[in-house]
T-cell receptor, first 114, second 108 residues
């Protein structure tokens, strides 16, 4: 069964550095998402992406964050000037259609900011 | 917000028993989805029920939906230790909004 893959599985970065988290969504999916889960807390929506542009974003997704689909397969989340509170699991998801089809999640990237 | 809220927050049962989790939501929906999250892993889609459906089955899972009460339930029959996970409901907008979930522990 096709799956969403995320790399790296664990990223350790110094505070203030930039990180790029990578995702390969399922190939025939058109909608892409990033979520975040701080340890012990809820899974929180960050951003959705369709047709090469952001379709919706949460309050968390401020100017520090950006997303990109640089080619036909990858979907990336860039976090600039990382802060300690950015430490979390970041999940990528994709779906065929928005709202009416299930989202398929990757296993996440654990981001640790030191 | 379309956030679903799960109840109970935690549930501990013995292997072989049935587990029932409930979800309440606030606004009208087109569909409702249940997801599972094993510790430290991503969410796995379990089942989607549309607003015009009242009950749906998938293997050992049974989901009911009562749109008049804005509630849904997830029943796992003949539970196994591998069912130990957190379970979340989510309603149908483009962004999934998850509650705190029900943490299910199935003891062998």
């Amino acid at each position: 069964e096709p799956e969403v893959t995320q790399t790296p599985s664990h990223q350790v970065t110094q505070m203030g550095q930039e990180v790029i988290l990578r995702c390969v969504p399922i190939s025939n999916h058109l909608y892409f998402y990033w979520y975040r889960q701080i340890l012990g807390q809820k899974v929180e929506f960050l951003v959705s992406f369709y047709n090469n542009e952001i379709s919706e974003k949460s309050e968390i997704f401020d100017d520090q964050f950006s997303v990109e689909r640089p080619d036909g397969s990858n979907f990336t989340l860039k976090i600039r000037s990382t802060k300690l509170e950015d430490s979390a699991m970041y999940f990528c998801a994709s779906s065929e259609r928005a709202g009416r089809q299930p989202q398929h999640f990757g296993d996440g990237t654990r981001l640790s900011i030191l | 917000s379309q956030q679903g809220e799960e109840d109970p927050q935690a549930l501990s049962i013995q292997e072989g028993e049935n587990a029932t989790m409930n979800c309440s939501y606030k606004t009208s929906i087109n569909n409702l989805q249940w997801y599972r999250q094993n510790s430290g892993r991503g969410l796995v889609h379990l089942i989607l029920i549309r607003s015009n459906e009242r009950e749906k089955h998938s293997g050992r899972l049974r989901v009911t939906l009562d749109t008049s009460k804005k509630s849904s339930s997830l029943l796992i029959t003949a539970s196994r230790a591998a069912d130990t996970a957190s379970y979340f409901c989510a309603t149908d907008p483009e962004k999934l909004v998850f509650g705190k979930g029900t943490k299910l522990t199935v003891n062998p």
